[in-house]
T-cell receptor, first 115, second 109 residues
Framework: GAVVSQHPSRVICKSGTSVKIECRSL??????MFWYRQFPKQSLMLMAT?????????EQGVEKDKFLINHASLTLSTLTVTSAHPEDSSFYIC???????????FGQGTRLTVV | KQEVTQIPAALSVPEGENLVLNCSFTDSAIYNLQWFRQDPGKGLTSLLLIQSSQREQTSGRLNASLDKSSGRSTLYIAASQPGDSATYLC????????FGAGTTVTVRA
């Protein structure tokens, strides 16, 4: 299947700082990328959907000013957690897909720990 | 909104036994149904995609079926191996995927 690369895989940051997570589709053009958050032993919660060149659409309850998403090209989307706090500690996973009827491919995930 | 449920939450079987994982969804207008595998602390690996016009997909020891009228999908894993131990997630939807909570499988050697 297609490859989605997510970086970094782990990051520890101090409370109040910002962290950027990158998601790249390596061998296909991702029309849309999705950002998820996963709490321990729970399923994936969709945070936002981003289309190349346009503003991201955030799910209800997700603060757009806190979780900044940029989708500058068909192969790269970034999620920036601004002014991180310990409650933002979680596993963040990105997903990419081309057309609507195609498979969704996922990155390896980023374990964020805010201390 | 599509609600996806997976039962059981956990399953433990001896090596060689066939696995049957169930997934149910509330909206029969589901577009695609996709099965994933997740190892601890890792991302998701796509296993099978059943598109809206299909009823079944097979890959090696894996077979997934989709019955829209009953709102169910089933993932079969034949002759399970310890390496099959993982959490299996199903997800359905049109462009956005709604995920079940997963079934954590342990295959005992």
């Amino acid at each position: 299947g297609a490859v989605v690369s997510q970086h970094p895989s782990r990051v520890i940051c101090k409370s109040g700082t910002s962290v950027k997570i990158e998601c790249r589709s390596l061998d296909f053009q991702a029309t849309t990328m999705f950002w998820y958050r996963q709490f321990p032993k729970q399923s994936l919660m969709l945070m936002a959907t981003s289309n190349e060149g346009s503003k991201a659409t955030y799910e209800q309850g997700v603060e757009k000013d806190k979780f900044l998403i940029n989708h500058a090209s068909l192969t790269l989307s970034t999620l920036t957690v601004t002014s991180a706090h310990p409650e933002d500690s979680s596993f963040y996973i990105c997903s990419a897909r081309g057309a609507m009827n195609t498979e969704a491919f996922f990155g390896q995930g980023t374990r964020l720990t805010v201390v | 909104k599509q609600e996806v449920t997976q039962i059981p939450a956990a399953l433990s079987v001896p090596e060689g036994e066939n696995l049957v994982l169930n997934c149910s969804f509330t909206d029969s207008a589901i577009y695609n149904l996709q099965w994933f595998r997740q190892d601890p602390g890792k991302g998701l690996t796509s296993l099978l995609l059943i598109q809206s016009s299909q009823r079944e997909q097979t890959s090696g020891r894996l077979n997934a079926s989709l019955d829209k009228s009953s709102g169910r999908s089933t993932l079969y894993i034949a002759a399970s191996q310890p390496g099959d131990s993982a959490t299996y997630l199903c997800a359905g939807g049109d462009y956005k995927l709604s995920f079940g909570a997963g079934t954590t499988v342990t295959v005992r050697a």
